[in-house]
């Protein structure tokens, strides 16, 4: 054996689970593809400005149990930059609207700046009520009920104003599911929005350093103090059976590697290129191709000059518009030497945009930023990145809820690791954690050195929780 457990994917499942491993003194090898560890969650040297960048801007919520549990075993949390109170500024031109969570009970938090949403009326905020407490009382099982509803459809049935579907629930499905809503699953947006409504208190994060560096040389650092090793640029190409048992993988220059129990922390396309020819009709793998990805487009532009004082905001959905977030990485990069602003900005489900070339992209990026900030049209653009990225997530469509799977699989010593297992959670970094962990368990458990590391999921608060029993009850 050349280790106790092969970890396939350094990304955040990837290295989540080795940690968990190498903690319990089994020995771990995790081999990952690119030369940066980190995963869809990365960092990467610009090589114009020699700045670390991110494949993309990210955010993390103070209800990231598990991935914050993760910053505080590696002493990064500090690096998070938390929003407070002011939650998000949405920017509908030429206006803007910040939300801010109020120190009243959930889930009547949101309200007071709802009412105040020019593009809103009182009748169009009172249309979701029906709605609100259907979501107050969803539980797993209604969730999944919903899973093969489109989003879209359930709440134009439930009465909510066609403004308020426009103006509001359209954004969420793209700011958070990164699916239009007429192509998310009612049971994936309502599930989420339940904690959204159902909590107060929580607040956004951004990291003030590297994304991947928050966590990807300290996680590495970690796994090789325990004995194990994290091996960069280096393929997989094929899980190996033997019989009915998983041992290990074939590298892409040949080699075997082999392994008491192996876990495939990998994407859904990237585990169906692995697998042998006898799994892939096997009835837990032959869904696979059902994960459609959520593409995007980041760019990032480098300016002579600050453009503003802001960390972050997004634009309100609309036809006319490409990009939802933007972040000023000058208000957010605790140690940044440049002056000007350095702003990312992602284009969510960007299939609309295939056919732009990179020029049109900046151009785009430009021209939303000075809706909002005029002092654009001033400053001179000084250099500009565009990073494709084919599968931001695996997108919530209709029915894909219910083809989450769990950590272990049918094969014994093979087990699933990723942001796409069924962790309750939207495809997120939270998500990634929390099915490397439960990875990490279920291997555990196997090894006869069962432990916890799974954090649980955030509950509602008391008034939210009780609005939620009596909607039941009634
Ligand atoms: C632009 C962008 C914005 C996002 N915004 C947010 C956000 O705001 N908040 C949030 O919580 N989440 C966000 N996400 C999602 C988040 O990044 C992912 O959910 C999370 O990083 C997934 O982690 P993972 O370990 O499950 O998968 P991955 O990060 O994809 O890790 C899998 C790893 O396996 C490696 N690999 C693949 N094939 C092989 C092979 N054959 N051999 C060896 N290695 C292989 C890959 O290189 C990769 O490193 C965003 C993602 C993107 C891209």
């Known amino acids: 054996m050349d280790c106790d457990v092969l970890v396939i994917g350094g990304g955040l499942a990837g290295l989540a689970c080795a940690m968990a491993l190498s903690d319990a003194g089994l020995h771990v090898r995790v081999v990952e ?26 955010i993390l919520l103070s209800e990231y149990r598990n991935m914050l549990r993760l910053l505080d075993l590696l002493g990064t949390r500090r690096h998070v930059a938390w929003q407070g109170a002011r939650f998000i500024t949405l920017v509908d031109a030429p206006g803007a ?32 009520a029906r709605l609100f407490w259907r979501v107050l009382r969803l539980d797993d099982a209604g969730r999944m009920q919903l899973d093969q509803v489109d989003a879209e459809q359930y709440l134009r049935a439930l009465g909510v104003s066609e403004r308020f579907i426009d103006w509001y629930w359209r954004t969420v499905a793209m700011a958070i599911m990164n699916v239009p809503l007429g192509e998310c699953s009612a049971g994936a947006l309502l599930g989420f929005f339940r904690y959204l409504v159902g909590r107060n208190g929580y607040q956004l994060g951004l990291p003030s350093i590297g994304l991947g560096d928050l966590f990807a040389p300290a996680a590495r650092h970690w796994i090789e103090a325990r004995g194990g090793a994290v091996r960069l640029g280096i393929e997989a190409a094929r899980l190996e059976l033997a019989g009915d048992r998983a041992c290990g993988a074939i590298l892409a220059d040949g080699t075997r590697l082999h392994a008491r129990w192996t876990v495939a922390a990998l994407p859904p396309p990237s585990l169906h290129a692995l697998l042998p020819e006898s799994l892939r009709t096997h009835a837990t793998f032959r869904d696979l191709a059902a994960f459609a990805p959520s593409p995007y487009v980041s760019t990032y532009l480098w300016f002579d000059r600050r453009l503003s004082r802001e960390r972050f905001w997004a634009n309100t959905w609309s036809p006319r518009t490409l990009y939802y977030d933007f972040y000023d990485l000058a208000n957010i990069r605790a140690h940044r030497d440049a002056e000007g602003s350095l702003v990312a900005c992602n284009l969510i489900f960007s299939t609309r945009a295939a056919h732009l070339d990179d020029a049109a992209l900046i151009d785009a990026a430009c021209s939303e930023l000075a809706a909002y900030l005029p002092r654009t049209r001033e400053a ?30 049918p094969i014994r010593n ?20 929390r099915g ?11 090894a006869g050195r069962p432990r916890a590391w799974v954090q649980p999921l955030p509950r509602m608060d008391p008034l939210a929780a009780l609005g939620g029993r009596r909607a039941a009850a009634g």
Request: charged share 20%; hydrophobic share 45%; net charge negative.
């Open 33 to 58: 593809r690119a030369d940066e560890a980190g995963g869809r969650a990365r960092s990467i040297t610009d090589a114009t400005t020699g700045e670390r960048i991110d494949l993309g801007p990210h």
């Open 414 to 433: 093979l087990f699933l690791a990723g942001d796409w297992l069924a962790t309750g959670l939207p495809a997120s970094m939270e998500s990634a954690v």
């Open 380 to 409: 001179v653009l000084r250099h500009a990145v565009v990073h494709r990225i084919p599968m931001a997530i695996p997108a919530p469509h209709p029915g894909s809820e219910s083809l989450r799977p769990e950590a272990r699989t």
């Open 97 to 128: 609207t910040t939300l801010h969570l109020y120190p009243l009970p959930a889930p009547l938090h949101f309200l007071p700046d709802l009412l105040r949403v020019p593009q809103l009326s009182l009748a169009d905020v009172a249309s979701n």
């Open 436 to 446: 490397g962990w439960m990875a990490a368990e279920a291997v555990l458990q196997e």
